[in-house]
């Protein structure tokens, strides 16, 4: 797709990666934005005429609701749909749905976004793009224990809630083909951002600080994803993982089509409600 002209809604587009694609894509398309803080979305996109901002703290599925109802209400079509909120956490903390932090944000809520929106997507056969991770490479496929109660972990966690989003999102591409919607994924490389900063104790917070100054800069990472969705690759696939160059083979389970199906049922049961 050309990155030109196009509505594009970003999540979590008030800090690194997510704020530094909306500065781009804010050059030449029209923008909606969702952040948690509406401070911070104040502070970085007042000024902006073509920018759209809606404040919703996606660890709250009320709030997923509440926003997409808002979005769907306000414009007729979305082309291309970026995945891009995110956390990590120290401790295990529980949300007010009763659902595992990580889990919620990384995962519950695009889920439930995107399935609000499709309508929105539908109508102009647009591409959602999720954020991810290699990390999802780094653990094993269980969802016997959704929420982590037993043996909870920021990585456990983080690398899980990523790798159910690489097996939604290719299952989603598969429901998907025959009403043009595309659904792709990338992984941007080590990033210098605040991720591993802002719920995290002294540990995490220190190993974070250290690693991320090896990574590129949120600009940099930008600048990559935009190329990434120009390429003929991404525009002529669905359901693929790309990494910060080029296609990647993603975690050998996302081509299990039995795990995939128990993960779909098991999220719209944990959601209580139907995610296509
Ligand atoms: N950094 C890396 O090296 C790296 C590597 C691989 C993948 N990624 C992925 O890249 C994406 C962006 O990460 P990043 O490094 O740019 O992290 P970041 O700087 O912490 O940005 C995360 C964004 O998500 C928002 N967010 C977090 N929790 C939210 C919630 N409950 N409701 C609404 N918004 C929420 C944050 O809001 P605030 O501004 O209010 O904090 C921020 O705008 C994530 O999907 C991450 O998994 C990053």
């Not at 990666?17 to 894509?25: D, S, Y």
Request: with cysteine; charged share 20%; net charge positive.
């Amino acid at each position: 797709m050309t990155t030109k002209g196009q509505t594009i809604l970003i999540t979590g587009g008030t800090d690194g990666i997510g704020l530094a694609l909306a500065q781009r894509l804010g050059e030449d398309n029209r923008l909606l934005i969702i952040g948690r803080s509406k401070e911070k979305l104040t502070q970085y996109f007042w000024h902006e005429k073509k920018v759209r901002t809606y404040v919703a703290d996606l660890s709250s599925m009320e709030e997923v609701k509440t926003v997409s109802n808002t979005i769907l209400s306000d414009i007729d079509g979305i082309d291309l749909l970026i995945h891009n909120a995110s956390c990590v956490s120290s401790a295990r903390i529980v949300t007010n749905d009763g659902f595992e932090m990580q889990l919620a944000v990384n995962y519950l809520a695009p889920v439930l976004l995107t399935a609000k929106l499709l309508p929105l997507l539908k109508r102009k056969q647009g591409t959602i793009l999720f954020i991810n991770s290699r990390a999802h490479k780094r653990v094993k496929f269980d969802i016997s224990d959704l929420q982590l109660a037993q043996d909870y972990s920021l990585s456990k966690s983080y690398n899980r809630s990523k790798l159910y989003l690489v097996m939604y999102a290719k299952r989603l591409s598969e429901l998907l083909v025959t009403e043009g919607v595309k659904v792709q994924t990338v992984h941007p490389g080590l990033v210098n951002t605040k991720m591993g900063e802002k719920q995290c104790n002294i540990f995490h917070r220190t190993a974070w600080i250290v690693l991320k100054h090896l990574g590129k800069s949120p600009k940099c990472a930008a600048n990559n994803i935009v190329r990434i969705i120009g390429s003929y690759e991404f525009r002529e696939t669905s359901g693929c993982f790309f990494g910060p160059n080029v296609q990647e083979t993603p975690a050998s389970v996302v081509r299990d089509h039995e795990a995939k199906h128990n993960l779909w049922v098991l999220t719209e049961k944990t959601l209580q409600t139907s995610i296509l």
